[in-house]
Protein backbone atom coordinates (compact mmCIF):
# COMPACT_ATOMS: atom_id res chain seq x y z
CA UNK A 1 0.00 0.00 0.00
CA UNK A 2 0.98 3.94 -1.05
CA UNK A 3 1.04 6.90 0.61
CA UNK A 4 0.28 9.93 -1.21
CA UNK A 5 -0.18 14.07 -0.14
CA UNK A 6 -1.23 16.30 -3.04
CA UNK A 7 -1.15 20.30 -3.03
CA UNK A 8 -1.71 23.08 -5.56
CA UNK A 9 -1.57 26.56 -5.02
CA UNK A 10 -2.36 29.37 -7.94
CA UNK A 11 0.94 31.32 -7.01
CA UNK A 12 2.33 34.62 -6.96
CA UNK A 13 0.86 35.66 -10.20
CA UNK A 14 -1.95 33.87 -11.48
CA UNK A 15 -5.98 35.08 -10.30
CA UNK A 16 -7.52 32.25 -10.07
CA UNK A 17 -5.89 28.19 -10.58
CA UNK A 18 -6.15 26.43 -13.70
CA UNK A 19 -4.52 23.36 -12.01
CA UNK A 20 -6.10 19.94 -10.67
CA UNK A 21 -4.99 16.46 -8.77
CA UNK A 22 -7.18 14.29 -7.27
CA UNK A 23 -5.88 11.02 -5.35
CA UNK A 24 -7.53 8.04 -4.92
CA UNK A 25 -5.98 5.60 -2.55
CA UNK A 26 -8.71 3.00 -2.46
CA UNK A 27 -8.18 3.14 -6.50
CA UNK A 28 -4.31 3.16 -6.19
CA UNK A 29 -4.75 6.20 -8.62
CA UNK A 30 -3.18 9.95 -8.31
CA UNK A 31 -3.24 12.25 -11.22
CA UNK A 32 -2.86 16.07 -12.27
CA UNK A 33 -3.84 18.01 -14.92
CA UNK A 34 -2.75 21.98 -15.90
CA UNK A 35 -5.51 23.65 -17.81
CA UNK A 36 -5.57 26.13 -20.88
CA UNK A 37 -8.26 28.19 -21.91
CA UNK A 38 -9.60 31.51 -21.81
CA UNK A 39 -12.65 32.58 -19.48
CA UNK A 40 -11.63 30.03 -17.04
CA UNK A 41 -11.88 27.28 -19.44
CA UNK A 42 -8.99 25.78 -18.44
CA UNK A 43 -10.37 25.17 -14.93
CA UNK A 44 -12.92 23.50 -16.76
CA UNK A 45 -10.43 21.02 -18.76
CA UNK A 46 -8.50 20.18 -15.96
CA UNK A 47 -11.22 19.64 -13.62
CA UNK A 48 -13.41 17.34 -16.97
CA UNK A 49 -10.34 15.44 -17.65
CA UNK A 50 -9.16 13.79 -13.96
CA UNK A 51 -12.51 13.46 -13.31
CA UNK A 52 -12.86 11.17 -16.38
CA UNK A 53 -9.94 9.46 -15.53
CA UNK A 54 -11.20 8.53 -12.05
CA UNK A 55 -14.63 7.37 -13.20
CA UNK A 56 -13.85 5.74 -15.94
CA UNK A 57 -10.63 3.37 -13.59
CA UNK A 58 -13.32 3.18 -10.79
CA UNK A 59 -15.42 1.36 -13.11
CA UNK A 60 -12.81 -0.45 -15.10
CA UNK A 61 -12.70 -4.59 -14.93
CA UNK A 62 -9.09 -4.89 -14.96
CA UNK A 63 -7.21 -1.90 -13.23
CA UNK A 64 -4.27 -2.34 -15.41
CA UNK A 65 -1.74 -0.11 -17.35
CA UNK A 66 -4.53 -0.79 -20.39
CA UNK A 67 -7.26 1.09 -18.04
CA UNK A 68 -5.47 3.50 -17.19
CA UNK A 69 -4.83 4.33 -20.95
CA UNK A 70 -8.48 4.45 -21.40
CA UNK A 71 -8.85 6.29 -19.03
CA UNK A 72 -6.69 9.40 -20.64
CA UNK A 73 -9.22 8.50 -23.85
CA UNK A 74 -12.07 9.07 -22.47
CA UNK A 75 -10.71 12.52 -20.66
CA UNK A 76 -9.51 13.67 -24.15
CA UNK A 77 -12.87 12.50 -25.54
CA UNK A 78 -14.79 14.67 -23.19
CA UNK A 79 -12.90 17.48 -23.23
CA UNK A 80 -13.39 17.51 -26.67
CA UNK A 81 -17.26 17.64 -27.16
CA UNK A 82 -17.48 19.82 -23.97
CA UNK A 83 -15.48 22.67 -25.98
CA UNK A 84 -17.86 21.13 -29.02
CA UNK A 85 -20.98 22.20 -27.16
CA UNK A 86 -19.80 25.54 -25.56
CA UNK A 87 -18.73 28.21 -27.14
CA UNK A 88 -17.28 29.73 -23.88
CA UNK A 89 -15.06 26.85 -24.04
CA UNK A 90 -13.41 26.83 -27.46
CA UNK A 91 -10.18 26.27 -27.73
CA UNK A 92 -9.80 24.59 -24.28
CA UNK A 93 -7.25 22.04 -23.23
CA UNK A 94 -5.02 20.01 -20.27
CA UNK A 95 -1.98 18.39 -19.85
CA UNK A 96 -2.53 15.58 -17.64
CA UNK A 97 -0.20 13.04 -15.64
CA UNK A 98 -1.45 10.00 -14.11
CA UNK A 99 -0.20 6.97 -11.71
CA UNK A 100 -2.25 3.70 -11.37
CA UNK A 101 -0.63 1.47 -9.24
CA UNK A 102 -0.76 -2.10 -10.98
CA UNK A 103 0.77 -4.73 -8.42
CA UNK A 104 4.56 -3.75 -7.58
CA UNK A 105 4.89 -0.73 -9.60
CA UNK A 106 3.19 2.53 -10.75
CA UNK A 107 1.68 2.25 -14.36
CA UNK A 108 2.03 6.14 -15.70
CA UNK A 109 0.44 8.20 -18.69
CA UNK A 110 1.23 11.25 -19.68
CA UNK A 111 0.00 14.13 -22.25
CA UNK A 112 1.94 17.63 -22.75
CA UNK A 113 4.69 18.73 -20.26
CA UNK A 114 3.42 17.84 -16.60
CA UNK A 115 6.09 15.35 -15.16
CA UNK A 116 6.82 12.53 -12.94
CA UNK A 117 10.03 12.09 -11.60
CA UNK A 118 11.40 8.61 -9.60
CA UNK A 119 13.23 9.25 -6.26
CA UNK A 120 15.24 6.48 -4.76
CA UNK A 121 18.61 6.25 -3.23
CA UNK A 122 20.21 7.19 -7.12
CA UNK A 123 18.83 10.42 -6.80
CA UNK A 124 15.88 12.61 -8.60
CA UNK A 125 15.13 11.79 -12.47
CA UNK A 126 12.59 12.33 -14.80
CA UNK A 127 10.58 9.25 -15.66
CA UNK A 128 8.18 11.27 -18.76
CA UNK A 129 9.41 12.98 -21.61
CA UNK A 130 7.32 16.58 -22.17
CA UNK A 131 5.62 16.34 -25.40
CA UNK A 132 6.87 20.22 -26.11
CA UNK A 133 7.93 22.02 -29.23
CA UNK A 134 11.38 22.20 -26.93
CA UNK A 135 12.11 18.35 -26.24
CA UNK A 136 10.96 17.14 -29.78
CA UNK A 137 11.84 19.99 -32.13
CA UNK A 138 14.30 22.27 -30.81
CA UNK A 139 16.59 19.27 -29.19
CA UNK A 140 16.70 16.68 -31.75
CA UNK A 141 17.77 20.09 -34.02
CA UNK A 142 21.32 20.62 -31.46
CA UNK A 143 19.80 23.33 -30.15
CA UNK A 144 22.03 24.34 -27.01
CA UNK A 145 19.97 24.35 -23.89
CA UNK A 146 20.60 28.31 -23.12
CA UNK A 147 18.99 28.98 -26.29
CA UNK A 148 16.08 26.57 -25.45
CA UNK A 149 15.55 28.41 -22.24
CA UNK A 150 14.75 31.70 -24.41
CA UNK A 151 13.51 30.19 -27.55
CA UNK A 152 10.04 31.98 -28.18
CA UNK A 153 8.54 28.11 -28.97
CA UNK A 154 9.94 27.16 -25.45
CA UNK A 155 6.08 27.22 -24.04
CA UNK A 156 4.40 25.04 -27.18
CA UNK A 157 3.08 22.32 -26.68
CA UNK A 158 3.13 19.23 -29.42
CA UNK A 159 0.16 17.53 -27.58
CA UNK A 160 -2.30 17.67 -25.04
CA UNK A 161 -5.52 16.39 -23.97
CA UNK A 162 -9.19 17.75 -25.90
CA UNK A 163 -6.41 19.46 -28.71
CA UNK A 164 -6.69 16.36 -30.95
CA UNK A 165 -8.07 12.72 -31.78
CA UNK A 166 -6.16 10.42 -32.04
CA UNK A 167 -4.43 11.47 -28.80
CA UNK A 168 -0.63 10.43 -28.28
CA UNK A 169 -0.01 9.36 -24.53
CA UNK A 170 3.12 8.73 -23.32
CA UNK A 171 3.18 5.27 -21.15
CA UNK A 172 5.58 4.04 -18.40
CA UNK A 173 6.21 1.26 -16.00
CA UNK A 174 7.97 2.69 -12.84
CA UNK A 175 8.58 -0.28 -10.24
CA UNK A 176 7.92 0.79 -6.66
CA UNK A 177 10.75 -0.91 -4.15
CA UNK A 178 10.80 0.25 -0.53
CA UNK A 179 12.45 3.54 -0.34
CA UNK A 180 10.97 4.70 -3.46
CA UNK A 181 9.13 7.99 -4.06
CA UNK A 182 7.46 9.38 -6.48
CA UNK A 183 6.81 13.28 -7.39
CA UNK A 184 4.12 14.50 -10.24
CA UNK A 185 4.00 18.16 -10.58
CA UNK A 186 2.72 20.46 -13.67
CA UNK A 187 5.39 23.14 -14.78
CA UNK A 188 4.68 25.55 -12.38
CA UNK A 189 7.25 23.85 -9.93
CA UNK A 190 9.59 22.24 -12.67
CA UNK A 191 9.30 24.93 -14.75
CA UNK A 192 10.43 27.24 -12.15
CA UNK A 193 12.65 24.99 -10.07
CA UNK A 194 16.01 23.09 -11.32
CA UNK A 195 16.30 18.97 -10.55
CA UNK A 196 18.84 19.87 -7.81
CA UNK A 197 16.56 22.13 -6.13
CA UNK A 198 13.45 20.06 -6.24
CA UNK A 199 15.77 16.87 -4.98
CA UNK A 200 17.38 19.05 -2.17
CA UNK A 201 13.71 19.80 -0.90
CA UNK A 202 12.47 16.43 -1.27
CA UNK A 203 16.07 15.19 0.81
CA UNK A 204 15.51 18.34 2.91
CA UNK A 205 17.89 16.54 5.86
CA UNK A 206 14.97 15.94 8.28
CA UNK A 207 13.96 11.71 7.72
CA UNK A 208 11.01 12.75 9.54
CA UNK A 209 9.44 14.69 7.43
CA UNK A 210 6.37 14.01 5.89
CA UNK A 211 4.85 13.96 2.50
CA UNK A 212 2.30 16.83 3.30
CA UNK A 213 5.44 18.84 4.91
CA UNK A 214 7.82 17.62 1.52
CA UNK A 215 4.87 19.11 -1.05
CA UNK A 216 4.50 22.75 1.26
CA UNK A 217 7.79 22.96 0.90
CA UNK A 218 8.25 22.40 -2.76
CA UNK A 219 5.24 24.87 -3.24
CA UNK A 220 6.72 27.59 -1.09
CA UNK A 221 9.91 27.06 -3.14
CA UNK A 222 7.80 27.60 -6.19
CA UNK A 223 6.52 30.89 -4.93
CA UNK A 224 9.44 32.29 -3.49
CA UNK A 225 11.43 32.15 -6.99
CA UNK A 226 8.16 34.11 -7.98
CA UNK A 227 4.91 31.85 -8.77
CA UNK A 228 4.54 32.80 -12.17
CA UNK A 229 1.75 29.95 -12.49
CA UNK A 230 -0.17 27.80 -10.29
CA UNK A 231 1.88 24.79 -8.87
CA UNK A 232 0.67 21.74 -8.41
CA UNK A 233 2.64 18.79 -6.63
CA UNK A 234 1.68 15.22 -6.09
CA UNK A 235 3.99 13.10 -3.89
CA UNK A 236 3.49 9.05 -3.34
CA UNK A 237 6.04 6.99 -1.52
CA UNK A 238 6.26 3.01 -0.69
CA UNK A 239 6.90 2.80 3.42
CA UNK A 240 10.31 2.66 4.13
CA UNK A 241 11.60 6.25 2.22
CA UNK A 242 13.48 7.79 4.99
Known amino acids: MLEAF ?7 VRTNNEDCCRIEPDLGLYVLADGMGGARAGERASRIAVDA ?3 VVLFSLNRDSQA ?10 RVIDAAQ ?3 NLEGMGTTLV ?9 SIASVGD ?3 YLMDQAGLR ?5 QTWVNEVGRPLGLDEESLRNHPMRHVLTMAIGASSPLTVNCYGVPMRTGSMV ?16 EAILRDGQPGASLEERCQRLVAAAKDAGGPDNVTVILVRKAGFA
Do not use: F, Y
Not at 126 to 130: N, V
Open 6 to 12: ALSDKGC
Open 68 to 77: LLAAVEEANR
Open 85 to 87: TDA
Open 98 to 106: AALETGEEL
Open 53 to 55: VAE
Open 114 to 116: SRA
Open 183 to 198: LMCTDGLHGVLETPHI
Open 126 to 130: AITDD
